[in-house]
């Protein structure tokens, strides 16, 4: 397709189609369109050529300006090794996952456009927004593009990224909020110093007193119109872009009914000064948007106070085990420091950047890739966050503070997400759209009705008190506040809950599904008994050493038998064999612990101890015995089942045989389903059977061998003996200590969804209410604008303290 491009002189009044700035040199045109220099015509080249024309749809003038983009030299740095090791979050050679700083981004094109990265270079396979903190997190394939060619590809676009090596590793966070701050205080003070002195100027007509010179009548309303303009284009300026933004997105947000209602008290006020008709309504334009200010102030003020944003320190249950002064600490990731030493054994996650140390790494970064490989590393060399140890213990060093984002978005990665589109978050959302374009017919009948009463103050103060007395943030802030507060109250009392859409389902739950060792059985010491050869000291020692490697209950109860005989014994070619057992190199000899059929499969069954749990214990293929495990429940697991069982079905299954059966249908009654030797995949069917029946299914594992179940389960809680172990294929992790307070959580829950519809109620409420007085025009828009922000703040108030008080009350802490 060919286009005619041409350069032309300097026109006033052309604007770049690209970024929408004033074409103040030489101008290129193509295609009927003009642009203010080469990077923005180039940007729409390459826009054009990918069929992407779609991003121009969407904003008007979306892009952000190319004049100052700089040759692409200045990227040069990143071709540097250790600046490099400092900004990719992952890497394994191939795939590399990075997190940029865009400070562009400004709207939905922009985020539609860099969500579109893949189609600019095969060598990307996703890029992420998020738009709130203006970051991009793209993986890509580093044998077909490099950091520094991903950095000038984006910087093409244009959206520079910010990199400021200094600043790597530290929170900018507070720093950022410090510079909102001040510049909003600035803005409430301009505001505020015009309305105090519009009210001033017009005392006299307040207080009835009549101005016998007219010219001091004029000049008063031309003081006013002075003083209101850096009221309406800069005190007013957040809502009224905001506003213009999503109407050029096609779309109405909350903003677009208050910018109208700013728009009529400012031009109304202007026509009536102008042409000496009226003093106008500028002292309720500066009251409203001063009011206004006020209101996001004291909004951002409660928000804080209640916030209950995550991260990693009080909400991501993780622990490590810390090496200090020769001896095993366990700790939370919170406390993690650059250098400290940690012992990961096998299955346990890498929480923060680390060199290995001593032993054989094989890493498993299926969570962070989605590929599911064991990469060998070397010692002394990098080790990711998010990768799991498949293998022997090892010791790593750590380099990076722990990341809280990326750990965050590692539970909440894609590849985990589940269809939330019906929840009632979602719902309200929707609603809340809905909302706004109902209360605009709404204004303008009102004000229409009056203006043809031959009320134009009345039109005026109806159309404008309508439209921002009513307000959907009530409705929208409701429940993020509400179950936002649950999700605080529940992970203080052990449920970590990985959002609020959790707390849904876990309120609709109708079918609740066990695993049963690790999750309703707990291992003790005093009931693991060995049977066999008598144990030297030594092959005691090589037992205690072989289980130490593993985090499965079953090793770790062996091993709480053997703890005196731990010993640095070296371990070598250590191997975990999901659902079989462990073996290792010890002392020379293979030695093997676990079911018969991967230690001793010669060996016939032994009929005495077939329906109970053990494992067999081999040296060099030689049989020595077994070890007898007597599971026991776990503290208030029979109550905490008899109390489920009242409201939902039940269900129990377990990968061991039915030794246990007769004490298990005891605690679970007749009419429940007990199934054991599931494999996996078995247990994921049953759910899926349960689901074509439309039961909302709860299920509760272990976390090792139930990825599929959890997954596939409307919730999926992994139940947590320690908190070394996570999957992020889980929706909440339940400290094994708080598996007695389960019902207790449930009960939460829903009473929880019961405070949301009281929230409902009061925000439809005080609508209906507010609405009513203003399409009266008995409500001025200034009382308008006091109301509007007290109603989301009593909502907000009102979730969280009921919510709190019901917590208090159902949850022990």
């Not at 589940?418 to 978050?425: E, G, P, V, Y």
């Not at 200034?782 to 303290?801: C, D, E, K, Q």
Request: hydrophobic share 40%; with cysteine; net charge negative.
């Amino acid at each position: 397709m060919n286009h005619n491009i041409t350069t032309t002189d300097h026109d006033k009044d052309a604007k770049c189609f690209h970024c929408g700035e004033d074409c103040l040199d030489e101008i290129i045109k193509e295609d009927d369109k003009s642009f203010c220099c080469t990077g923005c015509h180039t940007v729409y080249s390459l826009l054009s050529a990918n069929d992407m024309g779609a991003y121009y749809e969407m904003n008007l003038q979306p892009g952000a300006s190319q004049k100052d983009t700089v040759e692409n030299s200045r990227f040069a740095f990143l071709d540097d090794e250790n600046t490099r090791a400092q900004l990719i979050e992952f890497t394994d050679g191939t795939i590399t996952k990075v997190s940029f700083s865009l400070p562009q981004v400004h709207c939905s094109s922009c985020i539609w456009l860099l969500e579109k990265l893949p189609i600019f270079n095969k060598g990307i396979s996703q890029s992420k927004v998020n738009f709130m903190r203006k970051e991009v997190y793209v993986t890509f394939n580093e044998n077909e593009i490099s950091l520094r060619q991903l950095a000038e590809l984006l910087t093409s676009l244009g959206y520079t990224p910010h990199i400021n090596l200094d600043a790597l590793g530290k929170s900018k966070k507070e720093e950022e909020e410090k510079k909102k701050s001040r510049s909003f205080y600035i803005k409430l003070g301009v505001t505020g110093f015009c309305f105090g002195n519009i009210m001033l100027l017009s005392f006299p007509e307040y207080l009835g007193i009549g101005i016998p010179d007219r010219q001091f009548v004029e000049l008063f309303g031309y003081l006013n119109l002075v003083l209101s303009l850096p009221i309406f284009f800069y005190g007013a300026y957040d809502y009224l872009h905001s506003a213009w933004a999503a109407l050029s997105h096609k779309s109405i947000n909350i903003d677009v009914p208050i910018s109208l209602g700013i728009f009529a008290l400012f031009f109304r006020s202007v026509y009536e000064i102008l042409s000496a008709t009226g003093a106008g309504y500028l002292d309720s334009l500066g009251a409203l948007i001063f009011l206004l200010l006020i209101g996001k102030w004291f909004q951002q003020k409660t928000f804080t106070n209640i916030s209950f944003e995550r991260d990693y320190k009080s909400y991501f249950p993780i622990a490590v085990t810390v090496l200090r002064n020769g001896e095993e600490k366990v700790i939370p990731i919170a406390n993690l420091e650059i250098k400290d030493i940690l012992r990961i054994r096998s299955g346990e996650l890498i929480p923060a950047d680390a060199l290995l140390l001593k032993g054989k790494a094989h890493i498993d970064y299926s969570f962070v890739t989605g590929e599911s490989k064991a990469i060998p590393i070397k010692e002394g060399e990098h080790i990711y966050a998010g990768g799991k140890q498949k293998g022997g213990m090892i010791e790593v060093q750590i380099i990076k503070e722990v990341s809280q984002s990326y750990l965050t978005r590692l539970w909440n990665d894609e590849a985990f997400q589940k269809d939330h589109s019906q929840s009632l978050n979602n719902r309200t959302n929707r609603l809340s759209r809905y909302f706004t374009a109902v209360i605009l017919v709404v204004a303008f009948s009102a004000g229409i009705y009056w203006w043809m009463q031959n009320d134009v103050a009345a039109a005026v103060n109806s159309f404008t008190a309508v439209l921002i007395i009513a307000c959907p943030c009530a409705l929208a802030l409701n429940i993020p506040f509400t179950l936002g507060n649950a999700l605080r109250f529940l992970a203080r009392n052990g449920l970590y809950v990985k959002d609020t859409d959790a707390i849904e389902q876990m309120a609709e739950l109708d079918h609740m599904v066990f695993d049963k060792t690790g999750t309703i059985t707990v291992a003790e010491k005093s009931s693991v008994s060995y049977v066999g050869t008598t144990l030297t000291e030594e092959e005691e020692q090589w037992v205690a050493a072989l289980c130490n490697q593993s985090t499965h209950p079953v090793s770790q109860q062996i091993l709480d038998r053997y703890a005196h005989r731990k010993s640095n014994v070296k371990v070598e070619d250590f191997k975990e064999l999901s659902g079989k057992g462990t073996e290792a190199i010890i002392g020379g000899k293979k030695v093997k612990i676990g079911k018969r059929s991967f230690v001793c499969p010669e060996k016939e069954v032994d009929q005495s101890i077939q329906f109970e749990t053990h494992s067999y214990f081999s040296i060099d293929d030689e049989t020595k015995g077994y070890f007898l495990l007597k599971q026991q429940l776990r503290y208030g697991a029979d109550k905490l089942i008899s109390d489920l069982s009242e409201n939902v079905a039940v269900s129990m299954l377990s990968g061991d045989n039915k030794g246990e059966e007769e004490r298990l249908k005891e605690i679970f009654g007749e009419n429940a389903t007990l199934r054991f030797q599931q494999s996996p995949q078995d247990k994921m069917n049953y759910i899926k059977a349960l689901q074509a029946k439309s039961e909302k299914v709860m299920m509760l594992g272990d976390g090792l061998n139930d990825a599929g179940a959890l997954k596939q389960a409307n919730l999926g809680i992994a139940v947590a003996e320690s908190v070394h172990q996570f999957s992020p294929a889980c929706d909440a992790i339940l400290s094994a200590k708080s598996f007695h307070q389960l019902s207790q959580f449930v009960k939460y829950t829903k009473s929880c969804m019961k405070v949301t519809y009281i929230g409902f109620a009061f925000s439809i409420l005080y609508n209906i209410v507010g609405v009513s007085f203003a399409v009266q025009a008995e409500l001025s828009p200034v009382i308008a604008a006091i109301l509007m922000p007290l109603s989301s703040v009593t909502v907000v108030g009102l979730g969280v303290l009921l919510s709190s008080i019901v917590g208090w009350r159902t949850l022990k802490n």
